[in-house]
C-alpha cells in the first residue's frame, strides 16, 4: 500500500489544519496555562470540533459517527501536533472510543459511542500506575463482591482524567502483577462513591490525573469485553494510542522544523545569514530525511491498524519509537539553532520541547517499544 494520503484524506487533512490553525496556534495553549484554566482545553473548540465531525471519527455509522479509520485518525493528530492544541481527541475519541467499539457489548456500545461522536460525553483510559509505561504490572485489585466487583488501588497519568464522565479501568481479578492473564477492563463512573481524582498539569501545560480507587463498587454490566481475559482487548487499543501518539509527534516534529529553517533563512551572524553556514545546512537536511522516515514509519503503522489490529503490533512498535526519537532530536535541533532565545518561555520553542518529552513516555518510549520488538523477533 503507498504510503501518501489518499484524496479524501488530504482533504480531511485540510479541513482540520483550517480550524485548528485558526483556533488553536500555539498561544492558545499559553493562554491557557498562563491563565490556569481549570478545564485545560476550550469547550468551545471541542463543541466546534465535534460538530465537524471529528470527535466521531472512529465511531461507526450506526452510532452516529463518521467510520473512518486509524489512517483519518492520524491526520487529525499529525496536524493537533503542529500547534499542541491541547483537546480530549486522543482520551476520548481515539482510544475510548476504539476500547468501546472493540470490547463494548451492544448495550454499552449504544449508550456511550452516540455520546462520544457528538461530544457530549469525555472518557478515558487508565492504565500505567508507576513512573513509566508497564501494562502487565497493573495491581488495582478488582475483588468479586455480590454482582459485581470492588476496586482498589491508584492510577498515574490518566490523560484528560480530571474532566472525564467515563474511565476504562485497568485492574487485576486474578493473577499477579507482571502476568499477562487476569487483566479486566472496566467501565467506571469517576463520581461513584470511593473514586478520588487529582488533576495534575503537566510539564507541557497540558493535563492528565491520579486516580485513587476506594473499594469502589462496579456491577457485572461495567466489564469491558471478557473477565480475566482484558490483556489482548488492552494490546489493541493501546497500540491505536501509540499509532495516534506518533503521528502527533511527527506533526510536532515537521512544525518545529519548518519554523527551524524559517529562521535559518532569516538570522544573520557576522554579516551573514546563518543558514548559508554548511554544517547547519547539513544538520536541517537530516533532520528532514529523519521527519520523512518517520512519517512512512507512522503510515506504514497506521495502514497495518486499518487493516489488522491484532497483527500491527510490530509496526507500531516501529513508529512509536522512531516517533520518540524524532521529535525529541527536531526539538533539541530547534532549540540550539534558535541560540540562547531558543530556551526563553516567551519563545514558542520551548513548548513542543515540552510536548514532545510528554508523548516519548506516554504509551511507552522508544527503549520499552524497541524491547517490545526484539522479544517478538525472538531477541
Known sequence: MALVLTEEQSMLRDSARGLISDKAPVSHLRHLRDSKDPTGFSKELWHSFAEMGFAGLLVPEEFGGSGLGFMEAGVVMEEIGRTLMPSPFLATSVVAASALNR???AAQKSEFLPKISNGSLLATLAIDEGAKHRPLQTSLQAVRAGNGFKLSGA???????HVSDLLIVAARTSGS??????????????????????RTIMVDAHNAARVEFANVEVNADSVLGEVDQGATLLDGVLDIGRGAVAAEMVGLSDEVFNRTVEYLKNRKQFGKLIGE????????????????????????????????????ASAVAVAKARA???????????VQMHGGMGMTDQFDIGFF??????????????NYHTEQLARARGY
Open 155 to 161: 492510577k498515574a497519568l490518566v490523560v484528560d482524567g
Open 177 to 198: 502483577a507482571g502476568e499477562r492473564e487476569g487483566l479486566t477492563l472496566f467501565l467506571v463512573n469517576p463520581k461513584a462513591k470511593g473514586v478520588a481524582v487529582e
Open 103 to 105: 470490547g463494548g457489548n
Open 277 to 312: 553556514f554548511q554544517a547547519l545546512q547539513h544538520r536541517a537536511a537530516e533532520l528532514y530525511v529523519d521527519i520523512e522516515i518517520t512519517r512512512a514509519a507512522t503510515m506504514k503503522a497506521l495502514q497495518a491498524l486499518d487493516t489488522d489490529v491484532a497483527k500491527a
Open 324 to 334: 520518540g526519537t524524532t521529535a525529541t532530536r527536531a526539538v533539541q535541533e530547534g
Open 353 to 366: 520541547m515540552k510536548r514532545a518529552r510528554v508523548c516519548e513516555e506516554l504509551f511507552g518510549d522508544a
